[in-house]
């Protein structure tokens, strides 16, 4: 079984910043991409950042320079610096990540529970 667990969430004043942790635990082979999506009330989940394995980043344009997507592969473990943050920025975020996993091998998808990000004064 794969786990994905976020953490580093909570209540930021606008113009602060968090780090979101994401821990990967479970069978896992390779993290072929990680990535950050968040989902605000009454929105579509949307995609803030991903990472390949190659080291190859994208981010949404609303997030650019703000934000930093990073891993660590030997730890499984990816991270959202967010920096400057707006009101516009509060969501749940999600880990999401395609792993190659042990069983098979075979390559799946695979998303965490979320973690809420408040920013407000």
């Known amino acids: 079984q794969v786990q994905l667990v976020e953490s580093g969430g909570g209540l930021v004043q606008p113009g602060g910043s968090l780090r979101l942790s994401c821990a990967a635990s479970?069978?896992?082979?390779?993290?072929?991409?990680m990535a950050w999506y968040r989902q605000a009330p009454g929105k579509e989940r949307e995609l803030v950042a991903s990472?390949?394995?190659?080291?190859?980043?994208n981010y949404a344009e609303s997030v650019k320079g703000r934000f930093t997507i990073s891993r660590e592969n030997g730890k499984n473990m990816v991270y959202l610096q967010m920096n400057s943050l707006k009101p516009e920025d509060a969501a749940a975020y999600y880990c999401?990540?395609?792993?190659?996993?042990?069983?098979?091998?075979?390559?799946?998808?695979?998303w965490g529970q979320g973690s809420q990000v408040t920013v407000s004064s």
């Open positions: 999401n990540a395609v792993l190659v996993i042990v069983e098979g091998p075979r390559t799946e998808q695979f």
């Open positions: 479970g069978s896992i082979r390779t993290m072929l991409l």
């Open positions: 990472t390949t394995i190659g080291g190859i980043t």
